[in-house]
């Protein structure tokens, strides 16, 4: 085949405005106003579902009507609940892992166990930090402080 009739790969010609790229102070700018959003509104789910008679109150709720459920619900929602445990997270990991070495090399798996641990260690730091008053009093059927939610965060994190 003659050079003339060969397939050339050539970038097209752009015409118009180019849409422009972010700058590194536009990305980090962004990233800055994304985590004080993140903040703001743990904070408000906090006061609201902790520091609160009707937000311990709806909590209550919710672990008691699983309870007070049907047998079958109960034992649906306490088998969704056992599938969210420690072997299961380090196999997630350990395939999250070999995904990340295929692909990115020892730096991404290294980014993926930061993010990961990070996530997981904030919440068990946050149980640990912030109170929950007993407003209910007696008639609370959840005692302790259950937020945020260790199960929540890990299968966050995993996803």
Do not use: C
């Not at 088998?79 to 090399?105: C, F, K, P, Q, Y």
Request: glycine content about 12%; charged content about 15%.
């Amino acid at each position: 085949m003659s050079p003339r009739y060969a397939m050339r790969l050539r970038r097209p010609r752009f015409r118009g405005d180019r849409t422009p790229a972010a700058t590194a102070g536009q990305s980090i700018r962004r990233l800055v106003l994304v985590g004080l959003g993140a903040a703001a509104l743990l904070v408000l789910l906090w006061v609201g579902t902790t520091q609160t008679f009707a937000g311990q109150r709806i909590a209550d709720l919710v672990l008691y009507g699983r309870l007070a459920a049907d047998p079958a619900v109960r034992s649906a929602a306490n088998d969704s609940l056992a599938a969210v445990n420690l072997l299961s997270a380090a196999i997630v990991v350990a395939g999250l892992g070999a995904v990340a070495l295929a692909r990115g090399g020892p730096g991404l798996v290294a980014s993926v166990v930061v993010i990961l641990a990070g996530a997981n260690l904030t919440t068990q730091g946050m149980k640990a930090l912030l109170e929950r008053p007993h407003l209910l009093g007696d008639a609370a059927y959840a005692t302790g402080n259950s937020f945020p939610s260790g199960h929540a965060t890990l299968v966050a994190s995993l996803g």
